[in-house]
């Protein structure tokens, strides 16, 4: 019932910038953790960072450094602000609940692509 929504991706040159939204939609984000995953060409989905409900933040050593997620309770809204970007973060991008993460596909949305040329 519960439906999120990415948005934001697309093309950019080695070292530019994106900044990806993910809003929800007949609930609100304030009282779970969110977390924004990649899934690379060939390779399996990876937590990129999360936010909890605290507003404390983590991140993978891939964007440690260059990404920054934060939240907008009021807007059901969670944004992942990427800079610095390298041809290797190309990826279909998805927020999920964490505890939705371990479910399977069908409990995640499309996704939004970022594609990064060198």
């Known amino acids: 019932q519960v439906q999120l929504v990415e948005s934001g991706g697309g093309l950019v040159q080695a070292g530019g910038s994106l900044r990806l939204s993910c809003t929800a939609s007949?609930?609100?984000?304030?009282?779970?953790?969110i977390g924004w995953y990649r899934r690379a060409p060939g390779k399996r989905r990876e937590l990129v960072a999360y936010i909890s409900t605290t507003g404390t933040t983590n991140y993978a050593d891939s964007g440690k450094g260059r990404f920054t997620i934060s939240r907008d309770n009021a807007k059901n809204t969670v944004y992942l602000q990427m800079n610095s970007l390298k041809p290797e973060d190309t990826a279909v991008y998805y927020c999920?609940?964490?505890?939705?993460?371990?479910?399977?596909?069908?409990?995640w949305g499309q996704g939004t692509q970022v594609t990064v040329s060198s």
């Open positions: 007949g609930s609100t984000f304030s009282i779970n953790t």
């Open positions: 999920n609940y964490l505890s939705r993460a371990v479910l399977p596909d069908a409990y």
